[in-house]
């Protein structure tokens, strides 16, 4: 079972910053929390990762609550392309082998 | 980042048949590689892990008899649907990864969508 849970939808306006939450209050200290979209019909795409730190590179932010309980990916500037269901995955290590267990993701709609 | 290619794209196959699809990392060595299937309006299935040159390990309830993966080399895994049926149409996406634990990356390909007539 996915050990995240997020809203199912959200809306942004384009140009505004998207912010998308996500709880993960049962991760463990060594287990990371990935980011990953998927437009239509098109395999996840790799956004962010992180494991204690807050993390930036060239597609958004990714803030971790110092509980780790939570994060929240920041799209910084959100363009239409970036319409998608986003989801927040925490990796998890089961007898020695990982594995990224989707849940049901936020479908963020970005309107123009 | 990495690249992971999947072939074929789609497919259309009658109740019955056998339909392999191929999952290749282009540009890393794959230690790792994982199945997911996707229906409709749907989220991500995790169907099995392979590693390299060693059996698959399936998820509860994926019948290994059924979804036969085969990963023998590092940049090469494929999965052949057996005896197909209507219910067997999906989105079939992999995925995969170099290295161990301390590898964090994990690159999905771009998906092959089967339907069973």
């Known amino acids: 079972d996915a050990k995240t849970t997020q809203p199912p939808s959200m809306d942004c306006a384009e140009g505004r910053a998207a912010n998308l939450p996500c709880n993960h209050s049962?991760?463990?200290?060594?287990?990371?929390v990935y980011w990953y979209r998927q437009i239509h019909s098109q395999g996840p795409q790799y956004i962010i990762h992180g494991l204690k730190n807050n993390e930036t590179n060239e597609m958004a932010s990714l803030i971790i609550t110092e509980d780790r309980k939570s994060s929240t990916l920041i799209l910084p500037h959100a363009t239409l392309r970036d319409t998608a269901v986003y989801y927040c995955?925490?990796?998890?290590?089961?007898?020695?082998?990982?594995?990224?267990?989707f849940g049901q993701g936020t479908r963020l709609t970005i309107n123009p | 980042g990495a690249v992971v290619s999947q072939h074929p794209s789609w497919v259309i196959c009658k109740s019955g048949t056998s339909v392999k699809i191929e999952c290749r990392s282009l540009d890393f060595q794959a230690t790792t590689m994982f199945w997911y299937r996707q229906f409709p309006k749907q989220s991500l299935m995790l169907m099995a892990t392979s590693n390299e040159g060693s059996k698959a390990t399936y998820e509860q309830g994926v019948e290994k008899d059924k979804f036969l993966i085969n990963h023998a080399s590092l940049t090469l895994s494929t999965l052949t649907v057996t005896s197909a049926h209507p219910e067997d149409s999906s989105f079939y996406i992999c995925?995969?990864?170099?290295?161990?634990?301390?590898?964090?990356?994990?690159?999905f390909g771009p998906g092959t969508r089967l339907t069973v007539t």
């Open positions: 995955i925490v990796r998890v290590v089961i007898q020695g082998a990982q594995k990224l267990v």
């Open positions: 049962t991760i463990s200290g060594n287990e990371y």
């Open positions: 995925s995969a990864t170099s290295g161990g634990l301390r590898r964090v990356e994990q690159y």
